[in-house]
């Protein structure tokens, strides 16, 4: 089979969206389908024997963080010459939407999927207040091209239902659980992640350091907790300005993970913690359970559908301290 992936991001950034189209890249190559992901332009010209075409990328101003590409024509060129039997167009708000039309031209199979919750953003970033009702418009629009439309979790299903997006089905993420394991824990990756005190309660977040990710949340823990050690892995633009937040505290930057080094970090805590409350799943949340963690996470819908409380980890209300300090 020939697939055609359309997707807003790809490598080489680093986020939940992006790993999970890379696993299924890599799977569909070992099955032996013919691949062409099309994304911004961002250098990486091939993964795992599929073909990336890049096309040119912008800076939106309300996010200035990330570069994205615009719906483009030169979409349908690409889909008709590579003539795949599928298309899949990875949240289809901007490039991944020129995916959907040229499906939708050729008379493609076409499945749509929802990663990334625009409209939370847009509170999230003061960015047009007036926007939401233009923007879940369009959403609408795009999705009803599609033969099927995926979204991660019930919650976000059922809120794309309310607004009319119709041929739902909930496909749920998972993580390699040989990747993601207990075994990989390491006094010496404890050592470095607690800044030589061990024996502190050490907890772990791991993320893109984004506004969006409500890491700030977390500050007011760490003045009050002498006994909690906090390693906030990963990075991206907010980094500078948490590390300004959180200097005087228990708390270290060791900056971006992968692979084995991600996976000691994990294994070596002694919790996972979790603020966002704008995930249409989480996949990290996944990845700390794998690894053998409780995990300390604010209450949202996606969350809770994998956060019973009191079962695999403790939920807390964002905003509010007094439950945080009850669930540690």
């Known amino acids: 089979m020939k697939i055609a992936i359309v997707t807003e991001t790809f490598l080489p950034s680093v986020d939940g969206v992006v790993t999970r189209l890379r696993h299924a890249v890599e799977r569909f190559r070992d099955l032996g389908h013919e691949v062409m992901v099309i994304a911004p332009e961002l250098g990486v010209t091939e993964h795992h024997g599929a073909r990336v075409v890049g096309v040119k990328p912008v800076t939106l101003p309300f996010y200035k963080h990330r570069r994205f590409t615009l719906p483009n024509p030169t979409v349908d060129g690409i889909v008709r010459g590579f003539h795949p039997d599928v298309v899949h167009a990875a949240q289809p708000l901007l490039l991944a939407s ?39 418009w369009q959403i609408r629009r795009n999705h009803a091209l599609a033969d099927i439309n995926i979204a991660t979790s019930e919650t976000m299903r059922a809120e794309l239902a309310s607004h009319g997006i119709e041929n739902l089905h909930v496909v749920r993420r ?52 002498e006994d909690v050690a906090l390693a906030i892995v990963g990075d991206g633009p907010y980094r500078r300005e948490l590390e300004a937040m959180f200097a005087g505290t228990s708390t270290l930057f060791p900056g971006f993970m992968q692979g084995e080094e991600l996976a000691s970090a994990f294994a070596s805590a002694d919790g996972f913690i979790f603020p966002s409350v704008t995930e249409t799943l989480g996949l990290v949340i996944l990845e700390g359970m794998a690894s053998g963690l409780p995990v300390v996470a604010a209450r949202s819908g996606p969350t809770m559908e994998q956060v019973t409380d009191g079962v695999n980890g403790l939920l807390w209300d964002s905003g509010d301290d007094s439950t945080l300090d009850a669930a540690l």
């Open 98 to 136: 020129s995916g959907a039309y040229a499906a939708h031209r050729q008379r493609i199979p076409l499945v749509a999927s929802y990663h990334t919750h625009i409209p939370r953003y847009l509170d999230l970033y003061r960015a047009w207040k007036w926007g939401k009702r233009p923007v879940w």
């Open 174 to 225: 998972g993580v390699d659980t040989k990747t993601f394991h207990p075994d990989f824990a390491s006094q010496q990756m404890r050592e470095r992640l607690t800044e030589g005190r061990p024996d502190k309660k050490l907890l772990v977040f791991v993320g893109r350091l984004a506004a969006e990710k409500e890491i700030h949340r977390l500050r007011p823990l760490m003045e009050r907790r």
